[in-house]
């Protein structure tokens, strides 16, 4: 029941800047509630790494940056590494459905 | 450093009920926080199921809440999930988690997440 979208698939070369996009509406993020995001290693539980848009808990590499503007969110990973080959999630509450919080359809992030 | 650890069996039969604990240690379930049920499916990949309050409060996904009860045991620091009538639709992989509360305000994200356990529904 994903209602934020995001790209199947992005990729970059090692030391470049990557960037996912998260679309939503004006239930979500366009009614002002914040984005997080997660990381999803292979096998693994997702990982907070951005929270209220723009923040990183502790320990996040400062590479992860997050922004939001309307009824959209973006997830910027610079100095891509191998290890940031991951699946990538955003989500959000809504206000307008049978479930108040919502995730993304996911991204996947290869480091060519 | 709160951590949280499901447990229960991974095989469950149709129409049959899924049951899942979360054991968390290292931290307090009786401060701020919401306790969490998240599952994960290929086919729709991550759905919130519902939430837990040590006051007793629960929220539910309202697309699951006839087969749905979510309980809290603060003695054994553990929160629990029961699943009823289940289908193969129902298999995933599924998560507790906490809710990011401080202060008393919450940020409707989840901070902490146990390692996930997959249960399948099949005869």
């Known amino acids: 029941q994903s209602v934020l979208t995001q790209p199947p698939s992005v990729s970059g070369a090692p030391g470049q800047t990557v960037t996912i996009s998260c679309f939503g509406s004006s239930s979500n993020l366009g009614s002002g509630y914040d984005v997080h995001w997660y990381q999803q290693l292979p096998g693994k539980a997702p990982k907070l790494l951005i929270y209220?848009?723009?923040n990183r808990p502790s320990g996040v590499p400062d590479r992860f940056s997050g922004s939001k503007s309307g009824t959209s969110a973006s997830l910027a990973i610079t100095g891509l590494q191998a290890d940031d080959e991951a699946d990538y999630y955003c989500?959000?509450?809504?206000?307008?459905?049978?479930?108040?919080?919502?995730f993304g359809t996911g991204t996947k992030v290869t480091v060519l | 450093q709160v951590q949280l650890q499901e447990s229960g069996p991974g095989l469950v039969k149709p129409s049959g009920t899924l049951s899942l604990t979360c054991t968390v240690s290292?931290?307090?379930?009786?401060?701020?926080?919401?306790w969490c049920w998240i599952r994960q499916s290929p086919g729709k990949g991550l759905e919130w199921i519902g939430e837990i309050h040590h006051s007793g409060k629960k929220n539910y996904n309202l697309s699951l809440k006839n087969r749905l009860a979510i309980s809290l045991d603060k003695s054994k620091t553990q929160f629990s999930l029961s699943l009823s009538s289940v289908t193969a639709a129902d298999t995933a992989v599924y998560y507790c988690a906490r809710e990011d509360c401080r202060g008393g305000s919450c940020f409707y994200n989840f901070d902490s997440w146990g390692q996930g356990t997959l249960v399948t529904v099949s005869s």
């Open positions: 290292g931290g307090s379930i009786s401060g701020d926080n919401w």
């Open positions: 989500q959000s509450f809504d206000s307008s459905l049978s479930v108040p919080y919502v």
């Open positions: 209220s848009s723009t």
